[in-house]
């Protein structure tokens, strides 16, 4: 699947996207968030408040125990405001 990341997102980790395959029991979008703060040092710090990081799966807004299931892209960023 490909990962994209947007605004501190991806400045923290270093990278606008990758492709990747999360391990078997990576089901929901808490779980990719719990996978990736496993992947080092720049995924920890911009994952630090997981519920704070907003998701979408394949353009569609998605709340943290929604399954990944065949998603094909998913967006991470942080909170927006509007104005």
């Given at each position: ?59 569609t807004h998605a709340d943290h125990d929604m ?17």
């Open positions: 699947m490909r990962l994209v990341y947007f605004a501190w997102v991806r400045e923290r980790i270093g990278r606008p996207e990758e492709i990747v395959e999360p391990p078997e029991g990576v089901e929901t979008v808490s779980d990719l968030l719990r996978w990736l703060r496993t992947r080092g040092e720049e995924y920890e710090h911009a994952l630090e408040h997981p519920a704070t990081i907003r998701v979408a799966l394949d353009q399954p990944i299931g065949g998603s094909r892209e998913i967006a991470l960023f942080p909170p927006m405001t509007g104005g």
